[in-house]
């Protein structure tokens, strides 16, 4: 942590962006000081009316999801090698990447409280069981699990928030559309930061990376939202529901994740790494055979088709 540490200045310029020139949620949103206001809101309206039942219900959970945040922060300032009280180094990166995502949330949340097609207060039920639940990821305080998490949770994110773009944009709906978009990109940003920490580690502990990466995938990437949940749902049982609205969608699937797990061997270039140990020599040859096994079981599984009465959605 002190070596990828050293360069996080480097990292921050490269990865994150000026706070003064960064969009903000405002940017999309009908501006309420304007005579305009009350016209943008109807035409906001309007435009989300052909948005699927399926669409609304994995965009409230996308929501959630991103509100989320507290959790994720503390986390990551749990990790090893953090030091909270330290202005500088990790502390400094774990705070201007809170700072950057928690724009997502914010204005998720806002489109959504003006779509009219969510039932906010269920919603927002589901938020505070969320954070006040939190997560089980089995990561541990560990840097090197964390970041195998972190590498793989921005590029899902990243995966599904274009697909809600690409398919707002079809149902007419350009503003969400452009919202998803600048948030997959920011998604995408910060994929890149955290697989940089992981290929830095691998220069310098290759054997100790592997196996932590071969460790994570064994366990699968859980997502950050497992413990989602709504008023009388049993833990775990709306995300389930989400997970195969997303799905069905096809906002994010088995096949992203058997191709997100492949895009990171390739990456960090796993299978050309030679100095390593016994262990680390098997981790990196169950972790080269992974994707083909995965799609061999992806290729059974079936896509639920049942339709799940969410409470988030407005009747
Ligand atoms: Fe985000
Ligand atoms: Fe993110």
């Known amino acids: 942590m002190r070596f990828v540490g050293e360069k996080i200045d480097a990292s921050m310029e490269e990865f994150l962006k000026p706070i003064e020139t960064n969009w903000q949620p405002t940017d999309f949103l009908p501006d309420t000081t304007k005579e305009t206001f009350l016209e943008e809101v109807k035409l906001l309206r309007e435009s989300t009316r052909e948005l699927s039942y399926d669409y609304v219900a994995v965009l409230v959970g996308d929501t959630i999801t991103?509100?989320?945040?507290?959790?994720?922060?503390?986390?990551?300032?749990?990790?090893?090698?953090?030091?909270?009280?330290?202005?500088?180094g990790w502390t400094r990166w774990i705070r201007s990447w809170t700072a950057e995502e928690n724009r997502h949330g914010d204005l998720l949340n806002k489109f959504l409280y003006l779509s009219g097609r969510v039932n906010m207060r269920a919603m927002e039920v589901s938020t505070q069981y969320l954070i006040a639940d939190g997560f089980d990821i089995g990561t541990g305080r560990?840097?090197?699990?964390?970041?195998?998490?972190?590498?793989?949770?921005?590029?899902?994110?990243?995966?599904?928030?274009?697909?809600?773009?690409?398919?707002?944009?079809?149902?007419?709906c350009t503003q969400l559309s452009k919202i998803c978009g600048v948030i997959a990109s920011d998604e995408m940003r910060h994929a890149k930061a955290y697989k940089s920490f992981v290929s830095q580690i691998l220069e310098v502990d290759p054997s100790e990376m592997v196996l932590a990466f071969e460790d994570m995938m064994r366990k699968k990437i859980v997502m950050p939202a497992h413990f989602l949940r709504e008023t009388g749902v049993k833990i775990g049982q709306t995300f389930s529901h989400f997970s195969d609205a997303a799905q069905r969608l096809g906002v994010y699937t088995t096949q992203d994740y058997i191709d997100i797990?492949?895009?990171?061997l390739v990456d960090w270039n796993i299978g050309a790494i030679t100095d390593l140990n016994d262990a680390g020599q098997r981790a990196r040859d169950y972790l080269m055979a992974l994707p083909t096994r995965l799609r061999r079981v992806a290729e059974r599984t079936k896509v639920p088709t049942l339709e799940y009465p969410f409470s988030w959605i407005a009747s």
Do not use: C
């Open 66 to 88: 991103e509100e989320a945040l507290p959790t994720y922060e503390s986390w990551l300032m749990d990790m090893e090698g953090v030091t909270q009280g330290d202005p500088h």
């Open 142 to 172: 560990d840097p090197y699990r964390n970041f195998i998490y972190t590498s793989f949770q921005e590029l899902a994110t990243n995966v599904s928030h274009r697909r809600t773009a690409t398919l707002a944009k079809q149902a007419g």
């Open 261 to 264: 797990a492949e895009s990171l």
